[in-house]
């Protein structure tokens, strides 16, 4: 089997295709099918059995385990799985690498603009590219999500235009912060162990936003028919959050009240961090789909947006909970 290397990524996929596949007719039996196999000299690796018409036209795919395992006078056209994901025969080979790392699938077929069949891609084709395309995707995902392109050769005011946008995320989210804070000043005075657990309930805040952002990119990395992830997928990380959040509520403010002997402000903290946490979850889940929606790049955006916010809500959150304990003192 021709094995592609990297130098063939942007040659035409057609002349490498694989053309010993099998083809069979959907008013074929499985019995029927088996006994025209068994005369073939069929190819080396058989993964898929593709039913076309008296044309070449593609009707559909049947997987050689269902094949294998069928009662014998089934029709194939009642086996097959129709209307199958295919490759347009003026596919690159760099595109084809994406279609393998986005379905996951063992082979495609390759078709025309009338559907006619001409060979098949086998993933074995691709192995080295698609090991080196996943570990440049990974890396590119986790240099974004703290908003850094990668891209090898980047001179030095190159590099400045491509962080510092990002970076004023982060200087604009910190004074934000400190603006919320200092509006909180007397409240601050009057209950100064408050302070103490700024940074804990920050930190909680800011590291759920990151993961639920890691999560959302990764529901949303190669699909485009969506901007939202799946409702099961929100309402499960939602839900995470939240129990999350009451955990390490519980956690951090049940040491507080006990270290401060006041079970009014472990309350407080509770309350704070859980709603903080789910409120950091659901900006981390919506934040890449808005910009999704606003066609700019969710990937490289939302990790210094996300923790911006999450700092903010946090913030507001904490101080306004925490003003009950103020009036409860008062």
């Known amino acids: 089997m021709e094995t592609l290397s990297h130098e063939h990524l942007d040659e035409p996929l057609f002349p490498h295709l694989r053309r010993d596949l099998p083809t069979l007719r959907a008013t074929e039996t499985v019995s029927q099918a088996l006994a025209s196999l068994r005369g073939r000299d069929l190819g080396e690796r058989i993964i898929y059995f593709y039913v076309v018409d008296e044309n070449g036209r593609l009707l559909g795919v049947v997987p050689t385990r269902r094949l294998l395992m069928a009662e014998p006078e089934v029709p194939l056209g009642a086996l097959m799985v129709r209307d199958p994901i295919t490759l347009p025969a003026n596919v690159t080979v760099a595109e084809a690498s994406e279609m393998f790392l986005k379905h996951r699938y063992l082979a495609f077929p390759v078709v025309d603009s009338d559907g006619v069949l001409h060979g098949m891609a086998d993933v074995g084709m691709f192995t080295g590219q698609l090991t080196g395309m996943a570990e440049r995707q990974r890396a590119e995902d986790a240099f974004q999500l703290i908003g850094i392109h990668l891209v090898a050769g980047l001179g030095p005011w190159a590099g400045f235009r491509d962080r510092f946008p990002w970076l004023l995320a982060n200087v604009s989210g910190g004074l934000l912060a400190a603006a919320v804070t200092s509006r909180y000043q007397s409240l601050l005075d009057a209950v100064v162990v408050l302070a103490l657990f700024v940074p804990v309930v920050l930190a909680l805040a800011e590291s759920?936003?990151?993961?639920?952002?890691?999560?959302?990119?990764?529901?949303?990395?190669?699909?485009?028919?969506?901007?939202?992830?799946?409702?099961?997928?929100?309402?499960?990380?939602?839900?995470?959050?939240?129990?999350?959040?009451?955990?390490?509520?519980?956690?951090?403010?049940?040491?507080?009240?006990?270290?401060?002997?006041?079970?009014?402000?472990?309350?407080?903290?509770?309350?704070?961090?859980?709603?903080?946490?789910?409120?950091?979850?659901?900006?981390?889940?919506?934040?890449?789909?808005?910009?999704?929606?606003?066609?700019?790049?969710?990937?490289?955006?939302?990790?210094?947006?996300?923790?911006?916010?999450?700092?903010?809500?946090?913030?507001?959150?904490?101080?306004?909970?925490?003003?009950?304990?103020?009036?409860?003192?008062?």
């Not at 993961?211 to 959302?216: F, I, M, R």
């Not at 839900?239 to 401060?260: I, K, N, R, Y």
């Open 208 to 330: 759920v936003s990151i993961q639920s952002v890691t999560l959302t990119l990764q529901s949303l990395h190669g699909t485009h028919d969506r901007i939202l992830p799946r409702s099961r997928s929100l309402t499960k990380e939602t839900a995470t959050a939240a129990l999350l959040g009451l955990a390490c509520g519980a956690l951090v403010g049940g040491v507080a009240g006990m270290w401060q002997r006041d079970v009014l402000l472990g309350g407080i903290i509770l309350a704070a961090i859980t709603a903080s946490m789910i409120t950091a979850s659901l900006l981390g889940i919506l934040l890449p789909a808005t910009l999704r929606w606003l066609r700019r790049d969710p990937n490289i955006a939302s990790g210094p947006i996300v923790l911006a916010l999450a700092d903010l809500a946090t913030l507001l959150f904490y101080f306004n909970l925490a003003g009950i304990l103020g009036d409860a003192i008062g």
